[in-house]
């Protein structure tokens, strides 16, 4: 016999099964015990809610022989032929592929047929926004008054592509998605009931059904998925988590902690683990996205917040503790650039670098214009400010960019010429290191960011940041004012950053000719005793 999947396999043979939509089953048992069947019903919902299973439940307690509180008894001739799928009584129709006038006037043509056997004839027609216009068409005479026999029930997940004319005929039925209690407690219940005793830990259960975002189908087509790839082994939280390429919580937590740390390093490191483990890189900006979610439920709702977050008591006390690590205007920007990324990254073909871009952007608010990124900007300031005042940051003499302030005297050389500012006591190592291998670093850049460097000069500016020295014009631009200038300077420090191992911070500076980079600036490759070759 051929394996048949688990969400076939159990769906709810009684309405006592069905999880999630008291309102419909109670609705639809009172009808049947009452004898007031209707003749028309639209079933509107998510995807796996349970619209197909529960129609065909109806289908069969409308034509069980023994009903018991208005539940099909599964025992009659009735019952047994519709679960078999050999009950002339119980039509099922794709409307995706069967959404012609043809097909439907087939069915205005069968109905004038009594059934030969049991009290109503069922059409259950699935995905019912995929009919056409004149399809509905139609439908619509025989919908309003078909024969007392009759009974249809149209399920759709886009409720607003049926027409009024259509929807005025029925009874309509909403279906809410499940709560990842409801999954866990019907799944745990089926198998039960079914003998099957799965070797699978309580928490990679809780996964499946948080994974499945409310839809009763999607959760059994993963668990079906993760007991074929480890058949015959316990089914533990990590293998569910590579089975499904999703990431560990914990991995969002400390991603988290850099973005607020503004560590770029840091977060490329986390990035580059996630890759090296496989784990699906949409799935992960969709994840961490709703993590944001969480935090921000945490800092603005409070104790009730608990409700609202499907977590771990372990989890939700480090949600706790990350918000009071960071503004709730900074989560919210955090929320927007990767819920941007989520549309974007799904059609790219470099994921990865979409997300390293992502991230960069979060650590470095200056990069935007946004009030909310104007906010985070300031309050950086504010925090350096303090740190100053305090003494735990001292001011370097030297001005970003080595330029001698107003008023301030530079020495001039015995030819006359303005000295440019001293250089600060001591190069960072990992800027003297790109420096040293500059030439090597643009020979491996892409083109035409290759041919733009290889005239720029090298500097050290405040915080230690490299300074990119370019030429007024095509090069300057290339990285300034050219559309994607940004992404392209962003690119360019990746690219630093993945030499060394460390993040790096690039700042394009512009100049008129040679000669002004040379009176304005300290030159780092003569410093380290260093010369670039020009080609």
Known sequence: MSYTAMYRRFRPARFEEVKGQEAVVTTLKNQIRADRIGHAYLFCGTRGTGKTSIAKLFAKSVNCEHPVDGSPCLECRSCRA????????????????????????????????????????????????????????ALLKTLEEPPSYVIFILATTEVNRIPVTILSRCQRYDFKRLTVEQIEERMREALADAGEELDIEDRALHFIARTADGAMRDAWSLLDQCVSFHFGKRLTYDRVLDVLGAVDTEVFSRLLRRILDRDVAGCIRILEEIVMLGRDLGQFVADFTWYLRNLLLVQTSGEDSEEAID?????????????GLAETDAVMRYIRGFSELSGQIRFSGQKRILIEMALIRLCRPQMETKTDALLDRIRNLEQTVEKIQSGAIAVSAVPVGGRAEPGQESPADPAGRTAPAILPEAVPEDVSRIVANWRGIVSDAPQPMKTHLKGAGLSLGSDNKLLVVLADGPASDYFTKAPGSEGNREALEIMLSNYIGKRVEAEIRVVTDKGEFENSYVDLAQIIHMEIEEE
């Open 82 to 137: 519709i679960a078999a799928g050999a009950s002339m009584n119980v039509v099922e129709i794709d409307a995706a592929s069967n959404n012609g006038v043809d097909n439907i006037r087939e069915i205005v043509d069968e109905v004038s047929y009594s059934p030969a056997e049991g009290r109503f004839r069922v059409y259950i027609i699935d995905e019912a926004h995929m009919l056409t216009p004149g399809a509905f068409n």
């Open 311 to 323: 977590i771990s008591s372990e989890n939700l006390a480090r949600l706790k503790e990350e918000a």
